[in-house]
């Protein structure tokens, strides 16, 4: 089952895909897509039972319902004000986190389940980023695609200190080794990035159920093919996850700012 929204705000357009694969009974990926707020957010969770799909839940609904607080900035929008939008995102993720570790706390079922976490503002000409764990955002730019955040894995940490390739960690055993996530403890460290959009640049959020079986250069390509049209983007890489086994949830979410 296929579940997707399209959605456009200020310049770009705004689009979130999940897909529950080919070899799982339950999607634990969850996404939120607020065209008013140019908020985008893909969050992939782990944990027995029904408790990944909860703490995604938890951390999705959390920055849905922290986003009223967002000032509406109807003037110039600077690089300062991206920057408070990162704080913004920094807080809000650990107040979900949080929640996810205070739950997972008082109910045995839920015993140590976690979510990863991507999520971006995008303010006229301005991105906040924020992440953790290995969950993914790439931007396109000029016909090139970037992976702009950093893995929380074992394996992103060799990558980092060279002792592995991108593909060798794209298909190492212990590629799901995540070092960090929401839910692991009482505080999570959240990486943020405030950078400046350009025209034409497409910012793809992404779980790793797309980037184990997809890589780097199928998704460059593939956006390469869509003309700027992020429906078509997000639901040609979920094709081609399952194309390649589906072997796990698929999220992808897109935001495309014309040319």
């Not at 689009?15 to 707020?37: A, P, Q, S, Y």
């Not at 839910?183 to 159920?209: A, K, L, N, R, S």
Request: glycine share 8%.
């Amino acid at each position: 089952m296929t579940s997707s929204a399209k959605l456009v705000a200020m310049n770009p357009l705004f689009c979130g895909v999940t897909n529950v694969g080919k070899c799982r009974d339950k999607n634990e990926d969850n996404f939120l897509i607020l065209e008013d707020r140019g908020i985008c957010v893909v969050a992939d969770g782990m944990g027995g039972h029904q408790a990944g799909e909860v703490a995604s839940q938890i951390a999705v609904d959390t920055l849905r319902d922290l986003s009223e607080s967002l000032l509406n900035r109807n003037g110039v929008f600077t690089k300062e004000h991206a920057e408070e939008d990162a704080r913004f995102l920094s807080t809000a993720i650990n107040k979900a986190n949080a929640k996810i570790h205070l739950e997972g706390m008082q109910d045995k079922s839920q015993k140590d389940m976690g979510t990863t976490i991507v999520a971006g503002i995008f303010r006229s000409r301005w991105a906040a980023l924020a992440y953790v764990g290995d969950s993914r955002i790439y931007r396109f730019r000029q016909g090139c695609l970037e992976q702009v955040t950093i893995d929380h894995s074992w394996v992103g940490e060799l990558v980092r200190r060279d002792l592995l390739s991108r593909e060798q960690a794209r298909v190492h055993p212990l590629r799901n080794v995540i070092t960090r996530a929401l839910g692991m403890g009482e505080v999570v460290q959240v990486d943020t990035i405030v950078c400046e959009v350009e025209p034409g640049d497409i910012y793809v959020f992404c779980t790793d159920g797309l980037t184990d079986l997809v890589p780097d250069s199928l998704i460059e390509s593939t956006i390469k093919g869509t003309d700027h049209d992020p429906e078509s983007a997000a639901q040609n890489l979920i094709d081609i996850a399952n194309d390649r086994g589906g072997t796990d949830n698929i999220t992808v979410g897109i935001v495309a700012f014309s040319g």
